[in-house]
């Protein structure tokens, strides 16, 4: 959620820049504007009207002493509370309209962000070099199928289309990369979070997922209670709420959590036809990164965890590009994003394998995160980023197209021959 001191403050300069990312916002900023003048009105009436209330009370006891009639005096107040009612009705009112209106706003991007979407996205730096192979490479569909890692039809048999199984090497070669990816954050200093796989609907408010995106989750509804939940689409959407309505203390900061989770996402449309197999799904598995930070700490957390993204890319020995997204392509919540973009063969191109964002202070002023500061006791709002480090359903088309050898088996990276136990993953 945005600030709307900063809105009220600063409207052009807060609809110039929502209109980089496409947004145009002019009528949601004047209806803010005009809510809050309301809003401020009406408690000053209802003031007023409390203080005139105060007044009037204070004469029943001395009209009382003097033997004069009290009755219009108790009708007055009874007036003046009618008055009362009908204001905060309305103010109720208006604070609901309010705040609808300031979680529907996306988050503010940074200002060095370009405008517009994909085509203004910037190649940061590149690692290593395409990968060139001597004979005719097979796709990740057709080595995942010939040396039993993938299930796609079966997949497909229990859940319809978007859904696969991964089977003996493969399954085994899934829980390498985790336990990699686990055992790196760990050794960073990282707390591992498993958290739950269903969450309430204020998780995906916090997140800044709802109200807006609310259809592009899987929703679960309890027969037993009137309380609907969500699977999540990312371990993000849980961490994010892990200290809503929370005051940390600075030497709580910064939290540097890491957490593994299946994610469940309702992909709309039909898949591209270079987006076979697993690269597209509903489920698939994630190692999710995410820091709560002291504002002015909030470039540094960034920076570490787009290195933290890299090195595990890196270690896997894929060459790579690294992409500041243009305003647009950034998420609704996130202030800044860095793509890391592993190169597939077969796709002729570039797919994200980590997304590293900074959501500045917008998570934590609608989950009311904040943090009290030593020096002066006042508090204020802490920063929220996440990275994946790393989605699975990618790395692993890409590790065994760029893997692969002429007869069909594919080379296991070094980093993951400890936990699978063989150089080569062969039929």
């Given amino acids: 959620m945005l600030d709307i001191k900063y809105i009220k403050e600063n409207p052009d300069e807060v609809i110039a820049r929502l209109a980089k990312k496409g947004k145009d916002a002019k009528a949601e900023i004047e209806q803010i504007l005009a809510l809050d003048g309301e ?51 309305r103010l109720k009112e208006v604070d609901v309209q309010l705040t609808s209106v300031m979680l529907g706003l996306p988050n503010l991007p940074d200002e060095d962000l370009l405008p517009g979407g994909k085509e203004n996205n910037e190649p940061l730096r590149y690692y290593g070099e395409p990968k060139v192979f001597d004979f005719e490479p097979k796709n990740h569909v057709d080595l995942c199928t010939s040396l039993g890692l993938i299930d796609y039809d079966r997949g497909t048999k229990l859940s319809g289309s978007g859904f696969w199984i991964y089977r003996g090497m493969g399954a085994r070669l899934e829980w390498a990369l985790l336990n990699y990816f686990i055992d790196t954050h760990l050794s960073d200093g990282y707390e591992l979070i498993l958290p739950p796989h269903m969450l309430e609907y204020e998780c995906g408010v916090t997140a800044g997922q709802f109200p807006k995106f609310a259809d592009e989750v899987y929703k679960i509804e309890n027969p037993t209670d009137n309380r609907s939940r969500y699977m999540l689409p990312t371990a993000e959407a849980a961490l994010a709420s892990l200290y809503r309505n929370e005051i940390l203390t600075e030497a709580d900061l910064p939290k540097k959590l890491v957490s593994y989770t299946p994610c469940f996402r309702r992909e709309a449309g039909s898949y591209r036809s270079d987006e076979r197999g697993m690269v597209r799904g509903h489920q698939f598995n994630k190692v999710e990164m995410f820091q709560y930070t002291l504002p002015e700490k909030s470039d540094e957390a960034f920076d570490e ?64 995160i904040r943090v009290k500061r030593e020096a002066t006791g006042k508090t204020e709002f802490v920063h929220t980023l996440n990275g994946s480090g790393l989605a699975t359903s990618r790395i692993l088309p890409a590790l065994v197209e760029q893997n692969q050898l002429a007869d069909g088996s594919v080379v296991v990276p070094e980093v993951l021959r400890k936990y699978l136990g063989v150089d080569i993953i062969k039929k």
Avoid at 347 to 356: A, F, H, I, L, P
């Fill in 305 to 368: 965890l787009v290195m933290k993204a890299e090195n595990l890319v890196k270690g896997l020995g894929f060459h790579f590009r690294t992409v500041k997204l243009a305003a647009e392509d950034c998420s609704a919540s996130m202030a800044r994003t860095y793509d890391i973009e592993i190169n597939i063969p077969s796709m002729n191109g570039y797919k994200e394998v980590s997304s590293v964002s900074n959501a500045r202070d917008y998570q934590a002023r609608r989950g009311m």
């Fill in 39 to 89: 809003r401020r009105a009406l408690i000053a009436e209802t003031e007023a009207i409390k203080a005139e209330q105060n007044k009037t009370n204070k004469l029943i006891p001395v009209y009382k002493k003097e033997g004069k009639d009290v009755a219009p005096i108790f009708a007055q107040m009874k007036e003046l509370s009618a008055k009362t009612k009908a204001i905060d009705e």
